[in-house]
T-cell receptor, first 113, second 115 residues
Framework: KQEVTQIPAALSVPEGENLVLNCSFT??????LQWFRQDPGKGLTSLLL?????REQTSGRLNASLDKSSGRSTLYIAASQPGDSATYLC????????????FGRGTSLIVHP | NAGVTQTPKFQVLKTGQSMTLQCAQD?????MYWYRQDPGMGLRLIYY???????DKGEVPNGYNVSRLNKREFSLRLESAAPSQTSVYFC??????????????FGPGTRLTVT
């Protein structure tokens, strides 16, 4: 059974810092990996999707990398801003069968001015 | 496009009452999902529908039923609500993204309290 772990569980940083959030998974037979953002009291918003054949994806100040063989993905946030404060979740679906992702429990990020 | 919509946004029930949570998507996706999110437990899959006319149990299906009414709509029913079903419920849908891989989209959630 796939297990997805996100470290750290919580992070508090001053504005302007570059951040790395980690996502690790136990089964490397994945279809893709998706990073989400969740604001308090809201739903999940997709940030980046990395296909299993890709190494990284970029969107603005966000860069996500994927190393399938080691079971790891990182989400890099450059020049963090208070508006980046949210919970970040990663999700990993299996490469075969139904598309049912396993979610990590998330990293709660606070960026203070 | 509205994406994935859910109704109601908030609901308070008494133990034993029943209700149906509604979900609709306008992206022509085949797959739809119901999750619950609880503090310290993360997201847990309740039921899943790979396509219109099919449904499958997820990790925590007990106490729930679902209906895939058509390709757009997927409802979740609580027949006899219990305090343990107090949670935030999310509906999601997925289909292949433009880059060639599946991507999930989530609704805003329904916050349910059972007293």
């Amino acid at each position: 059974k796939q297990e997805v772990t996100q470290i750290p569980a919580a992070l508090s940083v001053p504005e302007g810092e570059n951040l790395v959030l980690n996502c690790s998974f136990t089964d490397s037979a994945i279809y893709n990996l998706q990073w989400f953002r969740q604001d308090p009291g809201k739903g999940l918003t997709s940030l980046l999707l990395i296909q299993s054949s890709q190494r990284e994806q970029t969107s603005g100040r966000l860069n996500a990398s994927l190393d399938k063989s080691s079971g790891r993905s990182t989400l890099y946030i450059a020049a963090s801003q208070p508006g980046d404060s949210a919970t970040y979740l990663c999700a990993v679906p299996p490469s075969g069968g139904s598309y049912i992702p396993t979610f990590g429990r998330g990293t709660s990020l606070i960026v203070h001015p | 496009n509205a994406g994935v919509t859910q109704t109601p946004k908030f609901q308070v029930l008494k133990t034993g009452q029943s209700m149906t949570l509604q979900c609709a998507q306008d992206m022509n996706h085949n797959s739809m999902y119901w999750y619950r999110q609880d503090p310290g437990m993360g997201l847990r899959l309740i039921y899943y529908s790979a396509s219109e006319g099919t449904t499958d149990k997820g990790e925590v299906p007990n106490g729930y039923n679902v209906s895939r009414l058509n390709k757009r709509e997927f409802s979740l029913r609580l027949e006899s609500a219990a305090p343990s079903q107090t949670s935030v419920y999310f509906c999601a849908s997925s289909e292949k993204a433009g880059t060639g891989g599946y991507e999930q989209y989530f609704g805003p959630g329904t916050r349910l309290t059972v007293t």
